[in-house]
């Protein structure tokens, strides 16, 4: 076993880092010499070429070499103000920097999940918890007579035309864009065109025999179930990119409260509300 | 989710009727796998119209939402606004166009997100300031930027050609690869498209670009900036590159022809001389459907062109008086160019004169909200933009907060939704319905409404199969009749209301007409209505249907009305040899407003200048009849 490799991982952990350039920060802040961080500006070749394309790219030439001497000025001037207004708390007053910190760190925090890939026990267990959700539509298949608006004379008309229809013989509903027949109808497609209580009216119908009159959004109905068929159990093929979907969408909302809610809780806040 | 509600409930119970399970549908992106029925059975409900964050002004604004949260919303997930409240909508659509501006797509974010220093342009850096001040700053910014557009004085920093074009791509492929994720071919459809936000001086020239096709194709072309443009063959060009390149296919629809002064239906070419054949057929072919309905305002009919229809000038009010920023008044002369029922007209004319009629267009409505949320529902409203979600000072706020944009937020109309008559719930069936322009609009309600025009049809077609028999032996709406049967067209009309929503006053059928001098004609004709034994026409006018609006509880009753309406029409005073088109129109009883709404909501006294009731209405696609 060598003995070495505990102190070569101990050097590679972040935490460690940390710690190590929090105590160079503290020696830094506490000792003799503060400003060899803060009061020390550098303006390298890397600086200087960023400010060039920056220039170029906003007026489409490069800059002269009076031009570069005023933007490196200007980046002093800037970086001397910027680092003067933060010991200052000038930042904490104005509500433009505020906000964009914000809203980086949010960026921050939705980024991991924005770009992360569940895996498929994930999804599996996200389908098994709400198979309804996921699951494909019950389906009916359904003749129907329309009889108009629900009231006693057309409830009364349809008592009368249910028996001529179990008799074997022919009734003329209303006339309406609504299908006379309809194959293998998803209760979402049901109830867009008739409403909810349609839906629920027709589960409670027996298949097989002119029933009614069953009342609609729209009405009253008479209708007969050829065939029905409950909702298919979900397989996560089938339905893979609607649970990813829903993953990712819950895994951004949950990481940008998590990450609040982390913060907020090293912080003591007090609310007075004026009285 | 209601869907849940109802499947769970009966995953606990029927599974005794278990008799097999359905075959594969649904499979995402791509080809759609889905069974498409031997001719239109189901009206699909959608949006083709929806601003995110993306958008430059809508981001201005105050909209934070996502095409991702735009399409969770529109399947009917709860999604929280941009002010933070809960938005969820009653009834799932069955598809949506994410339209986000294609000119400076993602500008005003991009904007935002600059770092301060590196903004150099006074007038950019003033915005940004506004921006990052709150939502009056950022209202008062984005109101400035439009205006500015509008002049065609927009710093070019925030049309940066190559930043811009970066940026384009780059959001335009995350778009893309949103609209893809929640494209579910048999459930929801999820177009890819964009707004092409051409103005001139102000006057709005826009269309939205849907296509038919997905990441493959779409993904080789980005969304085409108008800003260097006049007029739209820029886009046609752009178009017939596309569908050449790729084999894709691609259309356009205007809209808000309201407030154009009169440029989205000229009678004349660009040029100033008289529309061409060859130039009516190119806008014929890439436009075949217009938005005819929307929150700023509804372009069907004006009153001052249509002075004996009384039910004209539906959400009219403050939209007639200027162009779309308010920076040039309009003339009475030009609102015949800025309004459907005369641009169906004028088509006529061309038409004669020429043989091609570039306004042979389909109608559908859509709601242009900038909030990502497509909410048209009175009770139910979002707001054009995120200024104005609900609060209790929307009201009787300006359109724009914080500025003088010439209109009043009350002015906006909670509209509209395109209804789509298509084989199946997917991206093919749905475009290539509106192509042959088989759609109509509502102002939010989704009423049913079935219209066929034939040679033969009688009242008795109504107790049999009507549907197949107005496919079998005539045309759907948005279809062309043939000269050919004897005696005058007649045609099966037949509404329904929406199952939630209000009853059903009448059915009207809209004729236009061009006589032999060239002179254009119309008329409303009452063909069917409720309670027609007591409601008895007098003087050529139905009697109202009456109101039972309580505007103290903003409630309704359905005891008046209708819930279903049908009929046979025939056209009283048909000439063969006179082109015409014939639209229908079906008024709903009257119900409250958005505003009736906010009213009780928020306990409000409003003046009598704000409307707290209305009949809203849908309009079908007209059917065209052309003698040889």
């Known amino acids: ?275 | 989710m209601r869907k849940a509600m109802l499947t769970a409930a009966l995953l606990m119970t029927t599974t005794a009727l278990v008799s097999g399970c359905d075959g594969p549908r649904g499979g995402f992106g791509g080809k759609s796998g889905v069974k498409d029925t031997a001719y239109p059975e189901q009206v699909f409900w959608g949006d083709t119209h929806l601003h995110t964050g993306n958008s430059v002004d809508a981001f201005g604004f105050g909209a934070r939402l996502t095409p991702e949260d735009a399409l969770r919303f529109a399947r009917g997930e709860e999604v929280k606004s941009s002010t933070g409240l809960a938005a969820k909508l009653e009834r799932p659509l069955d598809f949506l166009v994410i339209a986000d501006h294609a000119e400076g797509i993602g500008a005003t974010k991009a904007l935002y997100d600059a770092p301060r220093m590196l903004i150099s342009d006074p007038t950019l850096l003033r915005w940004h300031d506004l921006m990052h001040e709150g939502p009056a700053g950022s209202l008062k910014a984005t109101g400035e930027i439009l205006q500015a557009r509008g002049q065609n004085k927009l710093p070019p920093g925030l049309n940066d050609p190559v930043k811009g074009a970066e940026r384009t791509r780059k959001i335009w492929d995350e778009n893309i690869d949103t609209v893809e994720r929640y494209n579910e071919p048999g459930k929801f459809t999820a177009f890819i498209g964009f707004e092409y936000t051409l103005m001139q001086g102000g006057n709005n020239l826009h269309r939205n670009v849907i296509f038919r096709d997905g990441k493959d194709k779409a993904s080789k072309v980005v969304p085409l900036d108008p800003s260097s443009a006049a007029w739209p063959e820029h886009l046609w060009d752009y178009m017939e590159a596309y569908e050449k390149s790729t084999g894709g296919k691609v259309l356009a629809i205007p809209h808000n022809s309201n407030v154009s002064n009169g440029l989205m239906f000229m009678l004349t070419e660009p040029n100033g001389g008289p529309i061409s054949a060859a130039y009516a057929r190119r806008r014929a072919a890439r436009e075949p459907v217009v938005e005819i309905t929307q929150i700023k305002g509804d372009s069907e009919a004006h009153p001052f062109m249509s002075p004996n229809d009384e039910f004209a000038g539906y959400g009219t009010v403050g939209w007639d008086t200027n162009n779309l920023i308010f920076n040039q008044p309009t003339k009475q002369s030009e609102l015949p160019g800025s309004y459907v029922r005369e641009a169906l007209k004028r088509g006529l004319l061309i038409e004669q004169r020429t043989g091609v009629n570039p306004y042979k267009v389909g109608v559908i409505g859509s709601s242009d909200s900038h909030t990502g949320l497509a909410t048209v529902d009175e009770n139910n409203f979002f707001g054009k933009h995120s200024g104005v979600e609900p609060s209790p000072q929307r009201a009787t706020a300006g359109f724009v907060p914080g500025m003088n944009s010439g209109r009043m937020n009350w002015q906006a109309l909670a509209s509209g939704y395109a209804a789509v008559w298509a084989t199946s719930n997917s991206r093919e069936a749905i475009f290539d319905a509106m192509m042959r322009r088989e759609v109509y609009a509502t102002t939010g309600p989704r009423m049913t409404v079935r219209v066929f025009g034939g040679w033969d049809f009688k009242a008795d077609d109504l107790k049999g199969d009507w549907v197949k028999a107005g496919y079998a032996r005539g045309v759907p709406m948005g279809g062309s009749l043939k000269p050919g049967g004897a005696g005058a067209p007649s045609f099966i009309l037949s509404a329904l209301k929406d199952p939630v929503g209000a009853n059903l006053d009448r059915v009207q059928v809209v004729k236009g007409w061009v006589d032999k001098a060239g002179v254009s004609h119309e008329q409303v004709f009452d063909v069917v209505w409720s309670d027609m034994d007591k409601r008895k026409a007098a003087g050529g006018k139905v009697p109202s249907v009456g109101d039972t609006v309580d505007t103290t509880r903003a409630t309704y009753e359905n005891s008046i009305g209708a819930p279903s309406l049908a009929t046979v029409w025939t056209d009283p005073a048909f000439d063969p040899k006179v082109r015409a088109f014939y639209y229908v129109r079906v008024l709903e009883i009257p119900t409250p407003t958005w505003l009736n709404y906010d009213m009780v909501k928020y306990k409000l006294k409003f003046g009598p200048e704000i409307p707290l009731k209305q009949q809203e209405r849908a309009y079908t696609s007209a059917i065209w009849y052309t003698p040889t």
């Open chain 1, 1 to 275: 076993m060598n003995l070495a490799q505990p102190g070569r991982q101990l050097l590679r952990e972040p935490l460690v880092h940390f710690l190590i350039a929090g105590a160079a920060v503290f020696w830094l802040l506490s000792g003799r010499a503060p400003d060899l961080g803060e009061r020390r500006i550098v303006v390298n070749e890397q600086v200087v070429s960023g400010l060039v394309q920056r220039w170029t790219d906003t007026f489409r030439r490069p800059p002269s070499q009076d031009e570069i001497d005023g933007l490196i000025r200007d980046y002093v001037q800037d970086q001397v103000y910027y680092r003067e207004a933060l010991s200052l708390g000038l930042d904490q007053e104005d509500e433009v920097v505020v906000r964009r910190m914000r809203r980086k760190m949010e960026s921050l925090a939705v980024a991991e999940a924005e770009s992360a890939e569940p895996g498929d026990a994930v999804l599996q267990a996200m389908i098994d918890k709400d198979p309804a959700r996921y699951s494909d539509d019950a389906r009916t298949s359904f003749d129907q007579i329309y009889l108009g608006a629900d009231n006693p004379a057309n409830r009364a008309a349809a008592d009368a035309a249910l028996t001529r229809l179990r008799k074997g013989e022919q009734v003329a509903g209303v006339a309406a864009p609504l299908p006379s027949h309809q194959d293998e109808a998803s209760d979402e497609a049901i109830a867009g065109t008739y409403g909810d209580e349609f839906v629920l009216a027709l589960r409670r119908t027996p298949p097989g025999q002119w029933a009614g009159p069953v009342a609609s959004g729209l009405g009253l109905h008479l209708v007969r179930i050829a065939a029905r068929t409950a909702p298919t159990k979900p397989s996560l093929d089938k339905v893979r990119q609607r649970v990813t979907n829903d993953w990712r969408a819950a895994a951004i909302a949950r990481a940008r409260d998590e990450s609040y809610r982390r913060i907020l809780e090293g912080y003591d806040v007090v609310i007075v509300r004026p009285k």
